[in-house]
């Protein structure tokens, strides 16, 4: 379980955040476009795997990962604008994360953690499954999140307004702070309210500078945004009251 989590967490990095828009729309070039963003995931893998690259077995998996990618990848882009964007979407990340689950499967699944006799801060952190099961809940609920809904609203509601630069970002940073609160174990409905009730609030104070469009305040767009950032939510804390 250990190495499998940081395979997913570096997984989620190089998908989501180191996926820019000038990758993302190299990607849809075709198979030389989509070369640069799997070469990101490769070194991904490679740097949250870095202390245990001495082994042979390790390195062979990282290549599977990334040739699998590849593969997945190229077979998506021939889908792209469907009406079943969104079940592709899922489908894309679901086998993604089984992919990476077969490490359960071989030798790798034994691999533990750094001896840290020194304290080092940064062995510390990379040792700790908590931290890095925090991160891949985070990055599931803001940049998946954010790509979650805008299928849903493209792909079945057939009913998308872009987002503004600001509206985005809220709604990516409300996510993360649904997730954090989480993490807490006093006064959760309380923090996971303040939050919730923030979004009418800056509406009604920023409607006209920040040009937010009523897609901000619609129920859709507050259902879907809550709903993401609360269940991620709650599955991290299932999963760190259960397994770490």
Not at 76 to 83: D, I
């Amino acid at each position: 379980m250990f190495i499998f989590l940081r395979l997913v967490l570096a997984h989620l990095i190089g998908d989501f955040p180191l996926q820019f828009n000038k990758i993302y729309n190299l990607k849809q070039k075709g198979l030389i476009g989509i070369i640069p963003h799997v070469t990101i995931i490769m070194l991904c893998y490679i740097v949250l795997s870095l202390p245990y690259l001495n082994l042979p077995g390790l390195w062979g998996f990282i290549f599977f990962l990334t040739i699998t990618h590849l593969f997945q990848d190229s077979i998506k882009l021939s889908y792209k604008g469907t009406k079943f964007g969104f079940i592709f979407y899922i489908l894309d990340q679901i086998f993604h994360l089984g992919f990476i689950s077969i490490v359960l499967l071989t030798n790798l699944r034994n691999i533990a953690p750094l001896n840290n006799h020194q304290g080092n801060i940064i062995i510390s952190f990379y040792n700790n499954n908590l931290i890095i099961t925090y991160l891949i809940f985070i990055i599931l609920a803001t940049y998946n999140g954010h790509f979650m809904i805008r299928n849903i609203k493209t792909t079945i509601i057939k009913k998308f307004t872009p987002y503004t630069p600001f509206e985005k970002w809220y709604g990516i940073l409300e996510r993360a702070g649904l997730v954090s609160i989480f993490l807490l174990d006093k006064y959760l409905f309380l923090y996971i309210s303040s939050i919730l009730i923030l979004r009418p609030i800056v509406f009604i104070i920023g409607r006209k500078k920040l040009s937010l469009t009523e897609e901000f305040i619609s129920g859709l767009e507050t259902i879907l945004s809550w709903g993401i950032g609360i269940v991620n939510g709650l599955c991290l804390c299932i999963i760190k009251h259960t397994f770490i």
